[in-house]
T-cell receptor, first 114, second 113 residues
Framework: AQKITQTQPGMFVQEKEAVTLDCTYD???????LFWYKQPSSGEMIFLIY??????QNATEGRYSLNFQKARKSANLVISASQLGDSAMYFC???????????FGTGTSLTVIP | DAGVIQSPRHEVTEMGQEVTLRCKPI?????LFWYRQTMMRGLELLIY????????DSGMPEDRFSAKMPNASFSTLKIQPSEPRDSAVYFC???????????FGPGTRLTVL
């Protein structure tokens, strides 16, 4: 089974609108971390946001927030007020602390339309 | 603060040649990761180190690939002999153990002709 599933290969959003990028994960560990990374066309991988499995509140970093639903095993990324510079690939990732394993999803390509 | 440094940024070589990719992690980070990214296979974790010790190399594709971390500030990924199917972008990432976050280098784009 896939550890990280990103079901949206491509998404479009109007500039200034909010967009949600989906991510579901599969783990039997109680302790894990969830991450989102951005990869613009220039190729670098940029860390955006982190959520720990024991964190009660959803993580937020500026215009990024992580909608963490533990029972559903989902960790969706919400980008508010989209900007043209948000056009990029977005990767969801997970670290299983006990097994010390790291997994990345296949990514979602986001295009912001002016 | 300097981020993760990788060299070279671009490498073009011929099949059969030895290729060495280099990485300098962020100072103080005790985890170091090597990834490979291709269009076909996405982002693959090849190997990672904790305190300079290889922890999991199950992602290393075959014996042609080897990685070392002789000290806390330097790691290499070597391919010998290289093959055209090794063409990819190779990322090095480092992270402090407690935060779980990985910070990526700019990547090395390898082309094997």
């Amino acid at each position: 089974a896939q550890k990280i599933t990103q079901t949206q290969p491509g998404m479009f959003v109007q500039e200034k609108e909010a967009v949600t990028l989906d991510c579901t994960y599969d783990t039997s560990d109680q302790s894990y971390g969830l991450f989102w990374y951005k990869q613009p066309s220039s190729g670098e991988m940029i860390f955006l946001i982190y959520q720990g499995s024991y964190d009660e509140q959803n993580a937020t970093e500026g215009r990024y927030s992580l909608n963490f639903q533990k029972a559903r095993k989902s960790a969706n990324l919400v980008i508010s007020a989209s900007q043209l510079g948000d056009s990029a690939m977005y990767f969801c990732a997970m670290r299983e602390v006990n097994g010390n394993q790291f997994y990345f999803g296949t990514g979602t390509s986001l295009t912001v339309i002016p | 603060d300097a981020g993760v440094i990788q060299s070279p940024r671009h490498e073009v070589t011929e099949m059969g040649q030895e290729v060495t990719l280099r990485c300098k992690p962020i100072s103080g980070h005790d985890y170091l990761f090597w990834y490979r990214q291709t269009m076909m296979r996405g982002l693959e974790l090849l190997i990672y180190f904790n305190n300079n010790v290889p922890i999991d190399d199950s992602g290393m594709p075959e014996d042609r690939f080897s990685a070392k971390m002789p000290n806390a500030s330097f790691s290499t990924l070597k391919i010998q002999p290289s093959e055209p199917r090794d063409s990819a972008v190779y990322f090095c990432a480092s992270g402090p153990g407690k935060s779980n976050t990985q910070y990526f280098g700019p990547g090395t784009r390898l082309t094997v002709l």
